[in-house]
């Protein structure tokens, strides 16, 4: 029988992360300029609104492809009832010094587009395999422009050369925006829920806010978006999960 069949006691509820940085809860100190993690990230705040226990194996720089051969071992090992898949922000990336470099060169992502495809479609099926429940989440939108300033160092010279490959700032977002569209299309192919984290996001008319200055990872406002979607989603679709059977970060 499907456990989402059943009610399940307080404590026999597992939840796994399966995802990058993001998901790690690294944020951008702006005052140091160097990356921390924030102790109120997006999963530590669903643990406390959340029946049963949380294990977050996301790490800081993960791909699909790194993280999935992780995911096979921490599944087979702790056997969650639910596995949280969040990817594609590295995924998408290039290795902008090379391209600041070379701007006349090939340059290929981390992950090739149709690779993240595959791979994506295999991780669910895995699961799936497995008697657990996969759900996906969307990518929170990025800020081309701070974006474009970070990876090129606020160097002239990188500036001009990658912009030179890239033809258009905007072409960043648009380049996120397809590894997105994957994510939806295979939870539509795979029969899959998922979490709409970057509709949570465009609705505010200033998303970027929520954003830190290097335009990708969100910040702690941020955090409190994607909690909030998360636990919309449970209580649309498992309520009986939540502790209090409100949801809400009040």
């Known amino acids: ?14 939840y796994m992360i399966s995802g990058d940085s993001i998901s790690k809860g690294v944020i951008l100190d702006e005052v ?30 993960n791909t699909l492809i790194k993280g999935m051969s992780n995911l096979k071992k921490d599944v087979l090992k702790d056997k969650p009832n639910i596995v949280l898949i969040e990817y594609g922000g590295n995924d998408c990336d290039f290795n902008w010094n090379e391209i600041a470099d070379n701007p006349d060169g090939e340059h290929s992502p981390k992950t090739d587009f149709n690779m993240f495809e595959k791979m994506l479609t295999e991780a669910i099926h895995f699961l799936k395999s497995q008697q657990i429940t996969p759900v996906l989440m969307s990518l929170p939108p990025l800020n081309a422009d701070n974006y474009f300033k970070w990876v090129s160092k606020n160097n002239p010279e990188a500036e001009k050369n990658i912009l030179k490959w890239l ?5 960043i977002y648009w380049w ?3 590894y997105n569209s994957t994510i939806l299309k295979v939870s539509e192919m795979t029969k899959t829920k998922y979490i709409d984290v ?18 990708i990872h969100p910040n702690q406002a941020g955090h409190r978006i994607i909690c909030e979607k998360v636990l919309e989603f449970v209580k649309n679709n498992y309520q009986h999960l939540l502790r209090d059977h409100h949801g809400g970060l009040a």
């Open 198 to 215: 970057r509709g949570a996001f465009l609705e505010h008319p200033d998303y970027t806010k929520f954003l830190c200055s290097d335009g």
């Open 167 to 171: 033809g258009s700032v905007t072409k």
């Open 32 to 61: 140091r300029n160097k990356y921390v993690l924030l102790e109120d990230n997006y999963v530590s705040l669903l643990q406390d609104k959340l029946k049963g226990a949380v294990r977050n194996t996301a790490r800081f720089g």
């Open 176 to 178: 996120q925006e397809r």
């Open 1 to 14: 029988m499907n456990w989402e069949n059943q009610e399940l006691s307080n404590a026999s509820a597992k």
